[in-house]
C-alpha cells in the first residue's frame, strides 16, 4: 500500500526517510503551497484528490501540533498510517497510535500508550507507563521519566527532563532544556530549571 504525505517542508524529510528506511512506497506529498512542486523525488499536489489516491494511507507531515490536529479534522476519511525508524527502541508492549511518527533513536519502554498524530522526536526517551495524548510532539533529546501523562497537543521541547509520576496538561509549551519537578496545568508556558510557568498559551 502506498502512503502520501500531507506537508513538504523539513519535516516531511525525515518522515520521507523513515518510510524510506521501512521500503514503504511514498506516492507524493500534498500542500497548500502550489510553488512547491517537488521534495526530492516525489511530486508535490496541492489538493487531495479522493478519486486518484484510492486505498493509500496518509501522514500529516507537519511539526505544528495544532496545525496537524485541523489537517486531520479537515481530512476524517482518510486512512493514516504510522512510521517508525528502524533505529528506534520500542517495547513490544508499548501502543502507539495511527498517524504517529517516531524518528531516529528513539527509546520507548514498557507499558507507554501513544497517542493518534504525535511525534517523538530524534534521540528522545520514554519511560515505563507514560501516556502521550493525540498531538504531542517530544522533540529531540528529551526524556520523560516513567508514569508521566502528557496532555493533548503539548509540546515537549529540546533536551527537557522530567521527573516520575508528573501530570504535563494540555496544549502546553515546554521551553527547551526545561527541568520539569512538579505538575504542568493545562496551556501553560513553562521554561527553565526547575521549570517555572511565565505564561499562559493562548490557542
Same mark, same amino acid.
Given at each position: 500500500?502506498?502512503?502520501?504525505?500531507?506537508?513538504?517542508?523539513?519535516?516531511?524529510?525525515?518522515?520521507?526517510?523513515?518510510?524510506?528506511?521501512?521500503?514503504?512506497?511514498?506516492?507524493?506529498?500534498?500542500?497548500?503551497?502550489?510553488?512547491?512542486?517537488?521534495?526530492?523525488?516525489?511530486?508535490?499536489?496541492?489538493?487531495?484528490?479522493?478519486?486518484?489516491?484510492?486505498?493509500?494511507?496518509?501522514?500529516?507531515?507537519?511539526?505544528?501540533?495544532?496545525?496537524?490536529?485541523?489537517?486531520?479534522?479537515?481530512?476524517?476519511?482518510?486512512?493514516?498510517?504510522?512510521? =517508525?525508524? /528502524?533505529?528506534? #527502541? &520500542?517495547? !513490544?508492549?508499548?501502543? *502507539?497510535?495511527? %498517524?504517529? $511518527?517516531?524518528?531516529?533513536? +528513539?527509546?520507548?519502554?514498557?507499558?507507554?500508550?501513544?497517542?493518534?498524530?504525535?511525534?517523538?522526536?530524534?534521540?528522545?526517551?520514554?519511560?515505563?507507563?507514560?501516556?502521550?495524548?493525540?498531538?504531542?510532539?517530544?522533540?529531540?533529546?528529551?526524556?520523560?521519566?516513567?508514569?508521566?501523562?502528557?496532555?493533548?497537543?503539548?509540546?515537549?521541547?529540546?533536551?527537557?527532563? =522530567?521527573? /516520575?509520576?508528573? #501530570? &504535563?496538561? !494540555?496544549?502546553?509549551? *515546554?521551553?527547551? %532544556?526545561? $527541568?520539569?519537578?512538579?505538575? +504542568?496545568?493545562?496551556?501553560?508556558?513553562?521554561?527553565?530549571?526547575?521549570?517555572?510557568?511565565?505564561?499562559?498559551?493562548?490557542?
Amino acid at each position: 500500500m502506498k502512503t502520501f504525505l500531507i506537508g513538504a517542508s523539513g519535516h516531511a524529510k525525515v518522515v520521507i526517510e523513515i518510510l524510506e528506511n521501512n521500503n514503504i512506497e511514498i506516492a507524493g506529498l500534498f500542500d497548500k503551497n502550489a510553488e512547491i512542486k517537488q521534495l526530492f523525488d516525489y511530486k508535490c499536489f496541492v489538493e487531495i484528490d479522493e478519486n486518484k489516491i484510492g486505498q493509500s494511507k496518509f501522514i500529516v507531515a507537519i511539526g505544528n501540533n495544532l496545525i496537524r490536529k485541523n489537517i486531520v479534522k479537515s481530512n476524517k476519511d482518510l486512512t493514516y498510517d504510522i512510521a =517508525i525508524d /528502524p533505529s528506534a #527502541n &520500542i517495547s !513490544k508492549r508499548a501502543k *502507539i497510535k495511527e %498517524g504517529s $511518527v517516531v524518528m531516529k533513536g +528513539v527509546s520507548i519502554n514498557s507499558s507507554v500508550k501513544i497517542g493518534a498524530h504525535c511525534i517523538i522526536n530524534t534521540n528522545s526517551s520514554i519511560d515505563h507507563d507514560c501516556i502521550l495524548e493525540d498531538y504531542v510532539h517530544i522533540s529531540p533529546n528529551s526524556a520523560l521519566a516513567g508514569n508521566v501523562k502528557v496532555g493533548e497537543g503539548t509540546h515537549i521541547g529540546t533536551g527537557v527532563n =522530567i521527573i /516520575p509520576n508528573l #501530570n &504535563i496538561g !494540555k496544549w502546553c509549551i *515546554i521551553g527547551a %532544556g526545561t $527541568v520539569i519537578i512538579n505538575d +504542568v496545568p493545562d496551556y501553560s508556558v513553562v521554561v527553565g530549571n526547575p521549570g517555572k510557568i511565565i505564561k499562559q498559551n493562548h490557542i
